[in-house]
């Protein structure tokens, strides 16, 4: 079965409320359970830094967070749920993308634009209060995305500008240094639930109308009470059509459920009534993850440790590419190239490390890795077989990350060191992409 990579990331910037949960976190969570499909889940704590420039918040966001997501359901053994932060490769791919990227084509996104654009009607200079990070934001996403070459990126209509701009970043790229980024497609997420919030308005921390995901029962049902209703009284025929009470209703509940309410309403329930019902609803669905939520708030670490699973998983992908990536833009160990002889008149290819398979007078098979200068880097163990010896090979060609998990059948060379090796190998890589 074709394994799909499909990448989330999420901003700490603030609380989780019920809009996030129903119209954001549930489906995705429910979406990992899919058959055939790879989920990477993370904090984009590097992107929130753009807008906040308060650390507590952005430390208590990432906590609150991730909490949330985990309380929810996200199994961190089934998905790579990481920070951003704890990926170096990240912003590293980020660096070596900024350098095949065109000002002009970042001269074009929207971020940029709008801000341009309400500083003219401001009368402000045009790039007044326009920080570099805000400016590189895209490359960031594109790195993001890139380092683990994800297929598909679930995005609202007003991000598919940054998916074509990661495949511009990747193209150019490719064509530079060889085959090495998948372009990744936008998968637009259309049906994404929009709750109204408490004053009839889309729920937003912008409106200040928002009813936190995991806020105490007694705040809960105060919220709601709060929500704002019309002035038909008990017995009169209430409308659904923009209602935010019966949406949220209709957001948690079954589908008899909200067959249910829907003919209540159009009986004339009381909004009183009508809201203690809503209230016990949510509440019957939040209260067992309210309860995980507060033991993960209460012990941070086990969140952290969750996250640290995440983060070598990602590593672990994102290693053996930057590898790649270094050695392909030329940032390789000057052991991995001889220089050319004196007195060449002609230009030449570098020569490159190479293989050699043989057999002994034991009748068993064995290789070595020798350096371009013929010295010996990499000496196998016996193998029972050309066939075995061969494999073992190619595992070390296709990718330096092999080294370690073939050490039992390597045999240690004396005064070689082990970086060296890796730059040998990396140096293979790379021509092979080429």
């Not at 297929?151 to 609202?156: E, I, Q, R, S, T």
């Not at 009839?200 to 109308?209: P, W």
Request: proline share 6%; hydrophobic share 45%.
């Amino acid at each position: 079965m074709t394994t799909t990579r499909f990448l989330t990331g999420i901003t700490p910037s603030g609380t989780p409320h019920l809009g996030n949960y129903a119209g954001m976190m549930r489906p995705a969570i429910a979406a990992t359970r899919t058959p055939g499909v790879e989920n990477f889940y993370f904090l984009a704590d590097y992107h929130a830094l753009i807008k906040c420039q308060e650390p507590e918040r952005i430390h208590r966001s990432t906590l609150e967070i991730a909490a949330s997501w985990l309380a929810c359901g996200l199994d961190p053994e089934q998905v790579t749920f990481y920070r951003q932060s704890d990926v170096p490769e990240i912003p590293e791919l980020h660096w070596l993308l900024t350098c095949v990227t065109g000002k002009g084509l970042l001269n074009r996104a929207h971020a940029y634009k709008a801000v341009q654009d309400k500083n003219a009607e401001a009368g402000r200079e045009a790039d007044d209060g326009v920080s570099a990070g805000l400016f590189m934001y895209p490359v960031l996403m594109a790195a993001d995305i890139l380092a683990f070459n994800a297929h598909k990126v679930p995005v609202g209509r007003d991000q598919i500008q940054h998916i074509e701009m990661a495949r511009d970043m990747a193209s150019s790229f490719n064509h530079l240094y060889g085959e090495h980024f998948t372009l990744p497609e936008a998968a637009i997420e259309d049906n994404v639930a929009t709750l109204l919030g408490l004053d009839g308005r889309k729920m937003s921390k912008s409106y200040d109308n928002t009813i936190a995901l995991f806020c105490p029962p007694e705040q809960l049902k105060k919220l709601i009470g709060s929500i704002v209703t019309d002035s038909r009284a008990p017995g009169e025929p209430k409308e659904t059509e923009g209602s935010a009470l019966f949406q949220l209703y209709q957001a948690f509940a079954t589908p008899e459920e909200t067959a249910a309410m829907r003919r209540a309403f159009a009986e004339g329930i009381a909004w009183g009534e009508a809201k203690q019902l809503l209230f016990a609803r949510i509440d019957r669905e939040i209260a067992p993850m309210r309860a995980r939520y507060d033991d993960l708030m209460l012990h941070p670490e086990k969140v952290e440790a969750a996250l640290q699973i995440g983060a070598q998983r990602a590593r672990a992908l994102a290693q053996p590419l930057l590898q790649r990536l270094r050695a392909a833009v030329g940032l390789r160990p000057l052991s991995a190239t001889r220089p050319q002889a004196q007195g060449a008149h002609k230009a030449g290819k570098a020569q490159l490390p190479a293989f050699k398979q043989y057999r002994e007078a034991d009748g068993k098979f064995y290789f070595k890795l020798v350096a371009s200068d013929g010295r010996l880097l990499l000496q196998s163990t016996a193998f029972d077989a050309p066939r075995d010896a061969g494999q073992a090979i190619a595992r070390l060609q296709k990718e330096a990350g092999a080294l370690q998990a073939l050490a039992a059948q390597l045999a240690p060379v004396a005064g070689v060191d082990a970086t060296e090796v890796t730059a040998a190998l990396q140096a293979l890589a790379a021509a092979a992409d080429a």
